[in-house]
């Protein structure tokens, strides 16, 4: 298992600003995927970070938009840029149990309201 | 492409009461499915995962789910509610093999009555 910590764990924010938020895994690992949470719906993949590479985008999200830093193992950001209020969502990140099964390991999420 | 389709967005039981939560995926190849529950205000977390072994899966907290095939379902069943399950549940599907990449389907969100 791995437990992952996510900074903040909720703001609120202006029109046209962007924030980054933070995810801490306690254990090193290859791949951590960012998911958003819009209120009331699943969730939806972003990216998938990779260390050492440039993540790989989702059909309908864009680096310019969502950028992410992977500079180690362990911790990723994610960044929401130029928010509009139909950014508000719960972000969230998650890592793979390591065995190309699908188990993943999520940490609380983020919940970002843009006013 | 893998879809999962949750049916009903909404479930209400009574304590005590038999939990069905549906999902069906949309696959010619049996993929590894998944339930995971998300608890207010919290991540999700896995209840129980399906890796082309048992047909029926049994879970945490006293939840099972068998894979039909020849019905392409995944339902999620607890013979007796508790008023702790009350929550939201995911159905998802790896998009493949050897990834860790899911698919999620809509959710369905339990509660449960004393």
């Known amino acids: 298992s791995a437990v992952i910590s996510q900074k903040p764990s909720r703001d609120i924010c202006q029109r046209g600003t962007s924030l980054t938020i933070q995810c801490q895994v306690d254990s090193q690992v290859t791949m951590m995927f960012w998911y958003r949470q819009q209120p009331g719906q699943s969730l939806t993949l972003i990216a998938t970070?990779?260390?050492?590479?440039?993540?790989t985008y989702e059909s309908g999200f864009v680096i310019d938009k969502f950028p992410i830093s992977r500079p180690n193992l362990t911790f990723s950001t994610l960044t929401v840029s130029n928010m509009s209020p139909e950014d508000s969502s719960i972000y969230l990140c998650s890592v793979g149990g390591g065995w190309g099964t699908g188990e993943l390991f999520f940490g609380e999420g983020s919940r970002l309201t843009v006013l | 492409a893998q879809s999962v389709t949750q049916l009903g967005s909404h479930v209400s039981v009574s304590e005590g009461a038999l939990v069905l939560l549906r999902c069906n995926y949309s696959s010619s190849v049996p993929p590894y499915l998944f339930w995971y529950v998300q608890y207010p205000n919290q991540g999700l977390q896995l209840l129980l995962k399906?890796?082309?072994?048992?047909?029926l899966v049994k879970g945490i907290n006293g939840f099972e789910a068998e894979f039909k095939k020849s019905e392409t379902s995944f339902h999620l069943t607890k013979p007796s509610a508790h008023m702790s399950d009350a929550a939201e549940y995911f159905c998802a599907v790896t998009e493949g093999k050897n990834t860790d990449k899911l698919i999620f389907g809509t959710g369905t969100r339990l509660q449960v009555f004393p």
């Open positions: 970070a990779n260390q050492g590479s440039e993540a």
């Open positions: 399906y890796t082309s072994a048992a047909t």
